[in-house]
T-cell receptor
Framework: QKEVEQNSGPLSVPEGAIASLNCTYS??????FFWYRQYSGKSPELIMS????GDKEDGRFTAQLNKASQYVSLLIRDSQPSDSATYLC????????????FGKGTTLSVSS | DVKVTQSSRYLVKRTGEKVFLECVQD?????MFWYRQDPGLGLRLIYF???????EKGDIPEGYSVSREKKERFSLILESASTNQTSMYLC???????????FGSGTRLTVV
């Protein structure tokens, strides 16, 4: 069974700090990696995608990928209370190549 | 604006009923997906489709079927609803290249 593992949290950080969210995956064949943000009672929203080793930055968000270690991370700089949500890591893992396997999510709480 | 529309936000059905959950996307995406999301279990893939009239089983297809007669519409069918199918159902779509998903707003189904 292919798996995506995340620490469920809650991860608590003060406003303005860096939040670091981590994810490991079991399938070495996974090619695409995504981070979703899900507010309570809402559906997931795509915030970052990464396909090759290294870092990818978008505003306050940086995704990091290390395929050798099967590790994906998301850094949120200058964390804001509005960043308080559950963050889902997702990777490709099915035979058709496009269906995603999701981790159970890490809950982030940013205190003002 | 968007994009992926699920026909009902909340639905209450009786045990044994046949239930139809509808999903329509207006982005001309090839791939469509149905997940259910439960506390502690995360998002689990029920079925997906990468083309009209094509379907693939996900991790938990038992008790469900799907229909995709047109590219923009992907229906999830609960053949005989049971209480253990009470859940949040999320539809999503993605393009042929396998980019990140766009999710619908979800249908919270309660089976009594």
């Amino acid at each position: 069974q292919k798996e995506v593992e995340q620490n469920s949290g809650p991860l608590s950080v003060p406003e303005g700090a860096i939040a670091s969210l981590n994810c490991t995956y079991s399938d070495r064949g996974s090619q695409s990696f995504f981070w979703y943000r899900q507010y309570s009672g809402k559906s997931p929203e795509l915030i970052m995608s990464i396909y090759s080793n290294g870092d990818k930055e978008d505003g306050r968000f940086t995704a990091q990928l290390n395929k050798a270690s099967q590790y994906v991370s998301l850094l949120i700089r200058d964390s804001q209370p509005s960043d308080s949500a559950t963050y889902l890591c997702a990777v490709t893992g099915y035979q058709a190549g496009t269906a995603l396997i999701f981790g159970k999510g890490t809950t982030l709480s940013v205190s003002s | 604006d968007v994009k992926v529309t699920q026909s009902s936000r909340y639905l209450v059905k009786r045990t044994g009923e046949k239930v139809f959950l509808e999903c329509v996307q207006d982005m001309d995406h090839e791939n469509m997906f149905w997940y259910r999301q439960d506390p502690g279990l995360g998002l689990r893939l029920i079925y997906f489709s990468y083309d009209v009239k094509m379907k693939e089983k996900g991790d938990i297809p038992e008790g469900y079927s799907v229909s995709r007669e047109k590219k923009e519409r992907f229906s999830l069918i609960l053949e005989s609803a049971s209480t253990n199918q009470t859940s949040m159902y999320l539809c999503a779509s993605s393009d042929y290249g396998g980019g990140g998903y766009t999710f619908g707003s979800g249908t919270r189904l309660t089976v009594v």
